[in-house]
């Protein structure tokens, strides 16, 4: 991961280092102050690796760490977190999915949705989350 400080705006920029976040234009994390918006996260490794594949739960544990782990390169935790938003390709699995995220909120409880969607970028990617998040 890289990060880019802006001094003028209190903007710190983190990126990833996937090679489609300068295609798209997009950072993983933005940090302007105290707000912290993460963005769209799915179950894929530094390679390029999809991790849990043919588990929602998995891929949700999965991306939830990697969410903590961008979190603490910015000096923020999980406990920080007050909104996620979560997209699945099947909303049957919600109970799954919904597991593994309280195993990381079960204490912290931000608001949250779960959304279907009809497909995320590539068939076996299930789960993607985005987080927001405040530092106190």
């Known amino acids: 991961m890289s990060t880019e400080i ?3 705006s209190q ?24 707000f912290i918006e993460v963005a769209g996260t799915a179950a894929v490794d530094g390679e390029g690796n999809i991790i849990g594949k043919g588990s929602f739960y998995e891929q949700t544990r ?4 990697k969410i903590e ?3 603490h390169q ?8 007050v909104r996620t938003r979560i997209y699945v390709t099947d909303i049957t699995k919600w109970q799954d999915v919904g597991k593994a995220h309280g195993e990381f909120f079960k204490d912290i409880k931000p608001v ?3 959304l279907e969607v009809q497909n995320l970028i590539h068939p076996d990617l ?4 985005e987080v927001t998040a405040i530092l106190s």
């Open 112 to 114: 949250t949705s779960i």
């Open 6 to 8: 802006n001094n003028n």
């Open 126 to 129: 299930w789960v993607e989350i």
């Open 62 to 65: 999965f991306i939830l760490q």
């Open 11 to 34: 903007r710190i920029n983190l990126s990833s280092g996937a090679y489609w976040e300068d295609i798209v234009g997009y950072s993983r994390l933005v940090k302007v102050g105290n």
């Open 74 to 81: 910015v000096n923020a935790s999980i406990r920080d977190v």
């Open 69 to 71: 782990n961008a979190l």
